[in-house]
């Protein structure tokens, strides 16, 4: 049984610092979200496009994301859910084709029937494996080509593995792909497989509102515009700097932000723990949101097996959301993911823009330049975490710390997923029992 007297500083308010945030609350405890941005969210939060404000990033939501459906049926949001099912196209040799059904992928012809047989079996075989632990011991390019063979690889799992990857693809261990296939396979529907998506009306921003009346109804204060500098425990508490000479106490703190900034502000962890947590291979994400005067060519996702082109993916998010949300407008993401020191990181917003709507052009070539409406460009900094061989042996953060008061719940604590939502919610939900019965 939690004790109310007792006090929980959460550092970072992104998604899953406010839901544990939130759960710690129901639990009986007084919480504190500190987050240093003016607003909560993180990469769930929003950005203006002309006149219309809609998700700074790509979501979606699948049938099979359990934990995130359970979270919006609490916070009354099931009404406000909108599903559609959605096609897969893919850019190869200069043409675009699609790949949505089973009849469209026989008839695929960049792959040879060989081919097609190998990645049939590796995706039906991918989903049958319980657990990625073994995966764990080889990467996924060996796993992939030892099951497809190397024709297959180049031509369809490169691609797809550069696309959330970039060129720390080579360093991903087989449980990546596991957690990949695994998601998607489950979303899908019988028969010829289709697609089926959800959106909530709104974007986030209609989540993360509802999340934040949550959190002040619970009691739970939220503190915005806020950086934790430092972090220091002792016997009287945790006190959690927030400016020069202003820190706050706590009995307990737990910081959800990125492992690298744990190590800034959390100078007292053992050099065991700053040795863990300094071996996660992070990423940087950028990612362009644009509204288009024109639809492009239906496809909610896109797959490019063209390595010259500067982003590493297409996804039309109005393949899924209806067009009227942006005054008949399509919204186009393209996302680039980074290895961290990439230079291409600098770049101007405005370069960005510009080289983006050049490559998008030799995809579709139908557009002109005055067919941008407005442009967003967002950046993440350390966020997408590489899931490396033995991942969970060599680098896996546990949630206690040395400190004894201070705990660790952040994204690099899904050791064989992806860093989607559904994950998030699932690893906020988890966390905040093992805290919430820690005795101290």
């Not at 610092?17 to 003016?38: D, H, N, P, W």
């Not at 744990?262 to 100078?267: A, D, K, R, S």
């Not at 490559?359 to 070539?365: E, F, G, M, S």
């Not at 690893?427 to 919430?436: N, P, T």
Request: with cysteine; charged share 20%; net charge positive.
């Amino acid at each position: 049984m939690a004790d109310p007297e007792r006090s929980v500083g959460v550092v970072g308010g992104g998604l899953l610092g406010m839901v544990l945030s939130l759960r710690l609350a129901q639990a009986g405890l007084r919480v504190t979200l500190i987050e240093g941005a003016a607003e909560t969210g993180g990469a769930a939060g929003s950005c203006a496009l002309g006149d219309h404000v809609w998700d700074r990033f790509y979501h979606v939501i699948l049938l099979s994301d359990s934990h995130l459906r359970a979270l919006l049926r609490e916070l009354g949001l099931e009404d406000r859910l909108a599903w559609g099912v959605t096609r897969t196209g893919y850019y190869t040799a200069g043409k675009l084709h699609s790949v949505s059904n089973v009849v469209e992928y026989l008839t695929f012809p960049a792959l040879s029937p060989v081919d097609k047989l190998r990645l049939g079996w590796t995706v039906f075989y991918g989903s049958r494996i319980g657990s990625w632990r073994r995966l764990e011991k080889l990467t996924s390019v060996a796993w992939l080509k030892r099951h497809s063979g190397r024709s297959a690889f180049e031509k369809f799992w490169r691609p797809l593995l550069e696309s959330k990857l970039g060129s720390d693809h080579v360093k991903a261990s087989a449980a990546f792909i596991w957690a990949t296939i695994a998601r998607l396979y489950a979303a899908r529907k019988t028969g010829l497989k289709k697609e089926m998506f959800v959106y909530v009306e709104g974007g986030y921003r209609t989540v993360l509102q509802a999340l934040d009346r949550a959190l002040r109804d619970s009691g739970a204060e939220v503190l915005t515009g806020t950086p934790a500098r430092k972090i220091t425990s002792s016997g009287a508490g945790v006190d959690v700097e927030l400016a020069p000479g202003v820190a706050r106490r706590f009995d307990r703190v737990v910081l959800t932000v990125p492992s690298t900034r744990i190590l800034e502000i959390c100078p007292q962890l053992s050099e065991e723990e700053r040795t863990r947590l300094g071996s996660i291979v992070h990423q940087d994400l950028l990612c362009a949101a644009f509204l288009l005067r024109k639809p492009l060519a239906g496809f909610y996702v896109t797959n490019l097996a063209a390595r010259e082109l500067p982003f590493t993916g297409i996804i039309e998010m109005t393949a899924l959301v209806d067009r009227a949300n942006f005054g008949g407008h399509a919204l186009v993401y393209l996302p680039r993911y980074l290895a961290k020191g990439d230079p291409f990181f600098l770049k101007s917003d405005g370069e960005i823009a510009g080289l983006f709507m050049a490559a998008l052009r030799t995809v579709h070539p139908g557009l002109r330049d005055d067919d941008l409406a407005a442009s967003c460009v967002s950046r993440l900094v350390d966020f997408p975490v590489v899931p490396t061989v033995d991942y969970s042996e060599r680098s896996l953060p546990p949630t206690a710390t040395s400190l004894g008061n201070v705990f660790v719940v952040n994204s690099a604590q899904i050791p064989g997923g992806t860093n989607n939502v559904n994950e998030i919610v699932g690893l906020a939900d988890r966390k905040a029992r093992e805290i919430s019965e820690a005795r101290g």
